[in-house]
């Protein structure tokens, strides 16, 4: 194998964004153990003594996730091999692309890092990013598909209109908060709220559109999302003195 054509993913990049991942998850739980202990009525040492014990189970496993998935990313290898894109996920699989049936070859950034998209015949899309070199690796990929990168251009009209019938539940509620008799409060339209942040995250996602978001980041977006609904919809049907 030449190793001038053998790319690997940028370890440190995922390292930080686990480390967060993991400190916004713990902040979470943390937060929500506390509210727990402080709601209950009952607050002796044992309450402190299981909450120290989770906390520290979580610690541990929130760890040893991570290890994992920093090994297992350091596996993933891209390979130039004649016309044909190797990508190494673990030692045991490896996807192949054929790169003469690339049409259009992307560049754009998102979130601050440049991204290559390939598209493929049937509208078949392929992104990347965070790869060492990255520069290098776009040169390849012109050099073998015979496509230059072009700038990828966004329809953000399209996108506004879209954005404006997923939130309009939440727009329509917000006005119903002006309505007393209906017992529709800032908790209930805020849970609404979420629920449309949910699903436009889903739907402007790499996996729905072109030039979406990296389908890491909006599902840990939505998991992040969708763990704060669930607090919230306690909080909303099932806490004291709602109204």
Same mark, same amino acid.
């Given at each position: ?81 004649? @016309? ?45 990013? @965070? ?14 598909? @015979? ?7 966004? @329809? ?12 309009? %539940? ?9 309505? %007393? ?5 800032? %908790? ?25 978001? %990296? ?29």
């Amino acid at each position: 194998m030449n190793s001038s054509k053998i790319f690997h993913l940028d370890i440190n990049y995922y390292k930080k964004q686990i480390i967060l991942k993991y400190f916004i998850l713990s902040c979470l739980n943390i937060g929500f153990l506390i509210w727990a202990i402080l709601k209950s009525e009952k607050q002796d040492l044992s309450i402190y003594l299981i909450s120290l014990g989770i906390i520290i189970i979580m610690f541990v496993l929130f760890r040893r996730n991570g290890i994992r998935q920093i090994e297992l990313l350091k596996k993933n290898i891209y390979e130039f091999d004649k @016309n044909i894109l190797k990508h190494y996920a673990n030692t045991s699989s490896c996807m192949e692309l054929d790169l003469n049936d690339v049409k259009v070859v992307y560049i754009d950034k998102i979130f601050g890092k440049k991204r290559i998209l390939l598209k493929f015949s049937k509208d078949r899309i392929y992104t990347y990013s @965070n790869i060492i070199n990255l520069e290098e690796f776009q040169k390849n990929l012109e050099d073998i598909t @015979n496509h230059k990168a072009i700038p990828l251009e966004r @329809n953000f009209y399209e996108l506004g209109f879209k954005a404006f019938f997923i939130f309009l %539940p939440s727009m329509v509620t917000f006005i119903l908060t002006y309505f %007393p008799k209906l017992h529709i409060n800032l %908790p209930i339209f805020f849970l609404i709220v979420n629920l449309n942040l949910i699903f436009f995250i889903q739907q402007i996602s790499e996996e729905k559109v072109l030039g979406g978001i %990296p389908k890491q980041i909006s599902r840990r977006i939505i998991f992040i999302l969708v763990a704060f609904f669930f607090f919230q919809f306690y909080r909303v049907f099932f806490m004291e003195n709602l109204y």
